[in-house]
């Protein structure tokens, strides 16, 4: 499952390789979520989740909902879920190299990513859990 109020919408798992695109996905019964999230241009009324790790790379500068750049380069960055601890609050991010942590949310519409890989399969339990998305309807 995507961020928590994209939980109307289909959704998939990420592939190695998708093409993703941000904006707010609408179903096929019209319903449009409100928040932002990734999608591929071949089905825009599926979400694609991300696990934590996974590391995607910008076609073009990544840029916010107001226009700001991250960077003047495109940008590689890793799948991170934060605010854990608070169950109605956005929590899909990505952190870029600089350390910088920006939610999903909060990018323009329509930026292009791709999937470059998802994270090793964990070894350990601590792994795991890091790569486990939270739920927040369990």
């Known amino acids: 499952?995507?961020?928590?109020?994209?939980m109307h919408l289909q959704s998939r798992p990420a592939k190695v390789g998708d093409e993703l695109t941000t904006g707010q996905i609408t179903s096929d019964s019209g319903y449009a979520s409100l928040t932002k999230g990734l999608f591929d241009q071949a089905q825009s009324t599926v979400a694609v989740c991300l696990i934590p790790g996974t590391e995607v790379s910008f076609a073009r500068a990544p840029v916010t909902f107001l226009g700001l750049h991250f960077s003047r380069k495109p940008a590689v960055a890793t799948f991170r879920q934060i605010h854990k601890d608070q169950p109605n609050v956005h929590h899909d991010a990505l952190e870029f190299a600089d350390g910088?942590?920006?939610?999903?949310?909060d990018l323009a519409q329509g930026q292009k990513m791709r999937v470059l890989q998802l994270p090793a399969a964990p070894k350990t339990e601590k792994e795991a859990a890091e790569q486990k998305r939270l739920d927040v309807f369990a």
């Open 1 to 6: 499952m995507c961020d928590y109020s994209l």
């Open 100 to 105: 910088d942590v920006r939610l999903i949310n």
